[in-house]
Nanobody, 116 residues
């Protein structure tokens, strides 16, 4: 079992920044991939950014150049730096882990609202 605890969400004005954190209950180097997903009201959950143990990263086209995923293996934490936020970035953001055995684990989600 893996517990994931997200933090850092909130209300921000358009053009602002937020940094989300996701702390895992055990070493993140044991996971194949960590990622951030988001789900807006009435929409499907979508992958925003991911990072593999080999430090390969990928991003949704809608956030490229604005969001950055990073990880601190010593703190078992993955981050999502979100800059130049837009109202369409409003959603619940979820941290996820994908293990080498093919299992997904999810955090409880954190709300991000971009509004003036």
């Amino acid at each position: 079992q893996v517990q994931l605890v997200e933090s850092g969400g909130g209300l921000v004005q358009p053009g602002g920044s937020l940094r989300l954190s996701c702390a895992a209950s055990r070493s993140i180097v044991s996971f194949y991939r960590m990622g951030w997903y988001r789900q807006a009201p009435g929409k499907q959950r979508e992958l925003v950014a991911s990072s593999t143990t080999g430090s390969s990263t990928s991003y949704a086209d809608s956030v490229k150049g604005r969001f950055t995923i990073s990880r601190d293996n010593t703190k078992n934490t993955v981050y999502l730096q979100m800059d130049s936020l837009k109202p369409e970035d409003t959603a619940v953001y979820y941290c996820s882990v994908y293990t080498y055995s093919g299992t997904y684990y999810w955090g409880q989600g954190t709300q991000v609202t971009v509004s003036s």
